[in-house]
Protein backbone atom coordinates (compact mmCIF):
# COMPACT_ATOMS: atom_id res chain seq x y z
CA UNK A 1 0.00 0.00 0.00
CA UNK A 2 1.26 3.53 -0.98
CA UNK A 3 0.49 6.38 1.23
CA UNK A 4 0.79 10.09 0.17
CA UNK A 5 0.38 12.88 2.21
CA UNK A 6 -0.29 16.90 1.57
CA UNK A 7 -1.87 19.90 2.44
CA UNK A 8 1.15 21.34 4.70
CA UNK A 9 2.05 24.78 4.43
CA UNK A 10 3.12 27.75 6.65
CA UNK A 11 0.37 29.07 8.61
CA UNK A 12 -0.18 31.78 11.33
CA UNK A 13 -1.47 31.08 14.96
CA UNK A 14 -4.76 30.89 14.79
CA UNK A 15 -4.47 29.53 11.60
CA UNK A 16 -6.40 26.27 9.66
CA UNK A 17 -4.92 23.83 7.54
CA UNK A 18 -6.40 20.44 5.99
CA UNK A 19 -4.07 17.81 5.19
CA UNK A 20 -4.95 14.87 2.75
CA UNK A 21 -3.67 11.37 2.54
CA UNK A 22 -4.59 9.11 -0.27
CA UNK A 23 -3.86 5.60 -0.33
CA UNK A 24 -3.49 3.46 -3.58
CA UNK A 25 -2.01 0.36 -4.08
CA UNK A 26 -4.53 -1.74 -1.19
CA UNK A 27 -8.26 -2.07 -0.44
CA UNK A 28 -8.26 1.20 1.58
CA UNK A 29 -11.66 0.28 3.83
CA UNK A 30 -9.40 -2.55 4.80
CA UNK A 31 -7.26 -0.11 6.53
CA UNK A 32 -7.81 1.49 9.96
CA UNK A 33 -5.78 5.25 9.64
CA UNK A 34 -4.07 7.44 11.59
CA UNK A 35 -1.94 10.75 11.59
CA UNK A 36 1.56 10.89 13.22
CA UNK A 37 4.11 13.90 13.46
CA UNK A 38 7.35 14.52 14.40
CA UNK A 39 8.95 17.81 15.60
CA UNK A 40 12.56 19.00 15.31
CA UNK A 41 14.61 16.55 17.81
CA UNK A 42 11.52 14.88 18.55
CA UNK A 43 10.21 11.43 18.71
CA UNK A 44 7.23 10.90 16.57
CA UNK A 45 4.19 11.27 18.19
CA UNK A 46 0.66 10.26 17.58
CA UNK A 47 -2.23 12.83 16.62
CA UNK A 48 -5.05 10.97 15.76
CA UNK A 49 -6.61 7.88 14.47
CA UNK A 50 -10.30 6.41 12.91
CA UNK A 51 -11.47 3.20 12.55
CA UNK A 52 -11.86 1.67 8.78
CA UNK A 53 -15.55 2.37 9.01
CA UNK A 54 -14.94 5.92 9.96
CA UNK A 55 -17.01 5.62 12.90
CA UNK A 56 -14.77 5.48 15.58
CA UNK A 57 -11.70 8.16 15.94
CA UNK A 58 -9.03 8.98 18.94
CA UNK A 59 -6.78 11.89 19.61
CA UNK A 60 -3.77 12.76 21.30
CA UNK A 61 -5.00 14.92 24.11
CA UNK A 62 -3.15 17.79 22.70
CA UNK A 63 -4.93 18.01 19.80
CA UNK A 64 -8.50 17.51 21.19
CA UNK A 65 -10.92 19.88 20.19
CA UNK A 66 -8.75 21.73 17.57
CA UNK A 67 -8.18 18.68 14.80
CA UNK A 68 -10.60 16.35 12.98
CA UNK A 69 -9.62 13.54 11.44
CA UNK A 70 -12.33 11.83 8.67
CA UNK A 71 -12.02 9.51 5.43
CA UNK A 72 -13.71 9.22 2.62
CA UNK A 73 -13.39 5.41 1.44
CA UNK A 74 -15.25 5.84 -2.05
CA UNK A 75 -12.15 8.61 -2.63
CA UNK A 76 -9.20 6.08 -0.66
CA UNK A 77 -8.72 9.56 1.36
CA UNK A 78 -7.84 10.30 4.81
CA UNK A 79 -8.10 13.68 6.14
CA UNK A 80 -6.93 16.58 9.02
CA UNK A 81 -8.78 19.33 9.68
CA UNK A 82 -6.49 20.90 12.17
CA UNK A 83 -8.06 24.18 13.52
CA UNK A 84 -6.47 26.83 15.91
CA UNK A 85 -3.13 25.52 14.93
CA UNK A 86 -0.80 26.20 17.74
CA UNK A 87 3.24 26.43 17.84
CA UNK A 88 3.51 23.49 19.22
CA UNK A 89 1.67 21.66 16.54
CA UNK A 90 4.75 22.79 14.05
CA UNK A 91 5.67 18.98 13.05
CA UNK A 92 6.10 16.60 10.18
CA UNK A 93 2.98 15.13 9.64
CA UNK A 94 2.75 11.26 8.35
CA UNK A 95 -0.34 9.27 7.91
CA UNK A 96 -0.14 5.91 8.69
CA UNK A 97 -2.32 2.70 8.06
CA UNK A 98 -2.80 -0.24 10.36
CA UNK A 99 -4.66 -3.65 9.47
CA UNK A 100 -6.52 -6.04 11.70
CA UNK A 101 -4.16 -8.29 11.11
CA UNK A 102 -1.04 -6.65 12.43
CA UNK A 103 -2.64 -4.56 14.98
CA UNK A 104 0.43 -2.02 14.18
CA UNK A 105 0.52 1.02 11.62
CA UNK A 106 3.21 -0.60 9.64
CA UNK A 107 2.56 1.49 6.61
CA UNK A 108 3.94 5.17 6.43
CA UNK A 109 3.79 7.76 3.77
CA UNK A 110 6.56 10.35 3.31
CA UNK A 111 5.04 12.98 5.38
CA UNK A 112 3.90 16.55 4.69
CA UNK A 113 5.60 19.91 6.78
CA UNK A 114 3.26 21.86 8.65
CA UNK A 115 4.78 25.32 10.09
CA UNK A 116 2.84 27.51 12.56
CA UNK A 117 4.42 31.23 13.02
CA UNK A 118 3.28 33.15 16.05
Known amino acids: VQLQASGGGLVQVGGSLRLSCVVS????????MGWFRQAPGKEREFVAQ????????DYADSVKGRFTISRDNAKSTLYLQMNNLKPEDTAVYHC????????????WGQGTQVTVSS
Open 25 to 32: GRTFRNYH
Open 50 to 57: IARGGSGA
Open 96 to 107: AAKTILTGVFGN
